[in-house]
């Protein structure tokens, strides 16, 4: 009699494969299909629950691949079905990577199967050396779905901005270069650009423009009759587009212009819910000076279960913030690229909140002055990537304790 069963599910945007095998590789019944919805997945569960009831088993390893969304409802549903209330349940999510790598050990010897994929679920998850799906994981996925929305709309923000400066330069040739504002997608020179042409720019007087550039700084500007006598010269300076290219650039830069005040929109009313979710989540990222609630909300989320990594240094490695190394002989290359084979989402937030510490933190300031510093290249980039890796520990000690922050956390 089987003492457990290992059951693959291979999930697809339409219905899911199950391939159910024994601890000693035996597939204990033909593979099925379901439609990948309530109904389907009801009787999954189902024909799970018959064969643990025909093999005696109480044990249910329960193994699936990340794919994407079309796993997560699935996964749910496995974890809160009734049915399964009185088995011993492990639900396992399992890296598409690790499924396609132990396939390829199989060789010619795979059955012949129609749920070959959910065969080789079963069979990885039968090898074991995973971690099952835990509750702690489970509680921080709902975050996880905001805080990688908001990478998104960054993404896409970029995006806008680069076409907005290409279409800006077609419109106000040197804008960019002569620009006396500090950002060029600030408040009041956004405005400008909307209201105002090269021409009219160049007609209009010094007195008006600055008193429009007060108008729409909010007043922050202590002299703005400097900036609109920038703006003047700049002008004066810029190509001119005929007629025809020019109507047309007017239109694109206001329609991308709108798109970039949107996306700030977006993002700003996102930053809001991500901070009131996170309240909901007991941490202590946010009592280390310079992290914020969305950068915490971030790393948090991709993290989930911090018992699923071992070390800080594993951690690192599944944020992808670990280096390639070039050695032949007596040359060991200073020069070495990061991996960046890990996860994007908890990289972006670990650089996020190092960009912040370096400000707003003595000690975090003090150690991207000191790598900034050893080296003539790529110097900003690097240290920032190597303060984001400082702050790895940090996470992992934070997370792991549960404690406050009381200062620096050795390695």
């Known amino acids: ?15 899911l494969d ?31 629950v018959s064969l643990a009831t025909k093999s ?40 598409p990577s690790l499924v396609s790598g132990f396939k390829k050990a199989f060789g010619s010897r795979l059955p012949k199967t129609d749920a070959l994929d959910a065969y080789i679920i079963a069979e990885r998850l039968r090898f074991g050396h995973l971690t099952p799906y835990s509750h702690e994981v489970s509680v921080t996925a709902p975050l996880r779905q905001l805080t990688r929305l908001r990478l998104h709309l960054v993404e896409l923000l970029v995006d806008e901005k680069n076409r907005a400066l290409n279409l800006l330069f077609l419109k106000f040739s040197n804008y960019k270069q002569d620009n006396p504002f500090t950002n060029v997608f600030g408040r009041a020179s956004i405005e400008v650009l909307k209201e105002f042409t090269p021409d009219e720019i160049a007609q209009i007087s010094i007195e008006e ?47 991308t212009l709108q798109n970039i005040e ?29 992290l914020g609630d969305v950068s915490a909300a971030g790393i948090i989320a991709e993290i989930g279960d911090i018992k699923r990594f071992k070390n800080e240094a594993s951690l690192a490695q599944y944020a992808g913030l670990t280096w390639t190394r070039y050695q032949s002989g007596d040359f060991d290359a200073e020069e070495r690229r990061l991996t960046k084979s890990g996860n994007k ?15 707003h933190n003595e000690e975090y300031k003090a150690y991207y002055q000191t790598k900034y510093q050893e080296v003539q290249k790529h110097q900003h980039k690097r240290a920032l990537v190597l303060t984001a890796r400082k702050l790895v520990r940090l996470v992992f000690a934070l997370l792991c304790k549960g404690q406050i922050y009381k200062g620096a956390v050795k390695s």
Not at 20 to 39: H, K, V, Y
Not at 211 to 231: D, V, W, Y
């Open 345 to 359: 989402y908890l990289r972006y937030y670990l650089v996020m909140a190092a960009n912040s510490l370096r400000v």
């Open 262 to 290: 949107h996306l700030k929109r977006q993002i700003k009313s996102l930053d809001k819910v991500i901070s009131r979710e996170l309240k909901a989540i007991p941490q202590t990222l946010t009592t280390v000076k310079g």
């Open 18 to 48: 199950l391939v159910c095998i024994d601890e000693n590789g035996n597939q204990l019944s033909p593979a099925r299909s379901f439609s990948n919805n309530a109904e389907g997945a009801n009787a999954l569960v189902d024909t799970l």
């Open 56 to 95: 005696n088993v109480s044990q249910l390893n329960l193994g699936l691949e990340a794919t994407s969304i079309f796993s997560i409802p699935l996964r749910d549903f496995l974890l809160d079905a009734p049915q399964l209330k009185p088995y011993s349940v492990q639900v396992y999510e399992i890296n």
């Open 209 to 255: 423009l600055a008193e429009f550039i007060q108008s729409h700084g909010k007043n922050r500007f202590t002299n703005p009759e400097e900036i609109a006598t920038a703006l003047k010269q700049a002008a004066n300076r810029a190509y001119r587009l005929n007629s025809k290219m020019e109507q047309a650039c007017e239109i694109a830069l206001s329609l």
């Open 1 to 15: 009699m089987a003492q457990v069963i290992f059951a693959g599910i291979d999930v697809s945007a339409s219905k």
